[in-house]
């Protein structure tokens, strides 16, 4: 399975669980205008947020709401962009993004739950250096589409890797190309089902003892329920 084949799987189960992902996506799109702007042609970060939102089945108006908190226009909380690193179980790498409006009590937070799945919390770089930062694009195989043929359209946009999987094709870019190519690919019709900047594990870490893979669960679980979590990272290996 490719690099991204698990992320997309897993994926699909985490937002049909999560009741809370319009408070999450809300603050992506609240930071997004608020650091370049209400207009998503000229801003590419908001650009990918709303996008992503809408795929989410956000109302459009909680969009709009959300981009005008962030531009000023509305009043609303400032939040703050952090990340935390840490190992799970079995050494697991875990990197974490986090959009909140009180570091204090999300960092209380994100510690205990380290703590709770028997892993560490670390210091800014313990791990980040076990993942790469790219943009990830992932087209399904349906009815006649030619995975040659989305190849050499993702060669030619300016992708740095592409892979055929069993029912969808996997592309990556650098991240200052991320736009670009995602823009190439939409224009010539292509349907998403992811499109996104993320971080990709570039080694990755098994778990056999039982104890680990269930304190490995429960600590991606804690962490995702969290209202400032926006993303967890990690290089465990899942079956």
Request: glycine share 10%; aromatic share 8%; net charge negative.
């Amino acid at each position: 399975m490719g690099r991204i084949g698990t992320i997309i799987n897993r994926k699909g189960k985490q937002d049909a669980k999560k009741a809370k992902i319009f408070t999450k996506m809300g603050r992506v799109l609240m930071v997004a205008a608020r650091e370049g702007g209400s207009d998503p042609e000229y801003n590419p970060t908001l650009k990918t947020a709303i996008e992503k939102a809408k795929a989410s089945n956000m109302p459009g108006e909680n969009i709009d709401r959300a981009i005008k908190k962030g531009a000023g226009e509305l009043e609303g909380m400032v939040f703050e962009e952090l990340t935390y690193e840490g190992y799970g179980p079995g050494g697991v790498a875990v990197l974490v993004e986090i959009l909140t409006d009180n570091k204090n009590r999300t960092a209380a937070d994100v510690r205990s739950y380290f703590t709770k799945a028997k892993g560490n919390l670390g210091a800014n770089g313990c791990v980040g250096f076990l993942f790469d930062h790219v943009g990830v694009i992932a087209i399904d195989l349906v009815e006649d589409m030619d995975p040659d043929t989305i190849e050499m359209d993702a060669i030619e946009s300016g992708a740095s890797d592409f892979s055929v999987e069993e029912d969808h094709v996997e592309i990556i870019t650098d991240p200052q190309d991320f736009g670009v190519v995602r823009d190439y690919l939409k224009d010539r019709g292509y349907d998403f089902s992811m499109a996104e900047l993320r971080y990709l594990p570039n080694t990755y870490t098994r778990l056999t003892e039982e104890e680990d893979l269930k304190n490995m669960s429960k600590l991606i679980d804690l962490l995702e329920d969290n209202d400032d979590v926006q993303n967890v990272y990690h290089n465990w290996e899942e079956e």
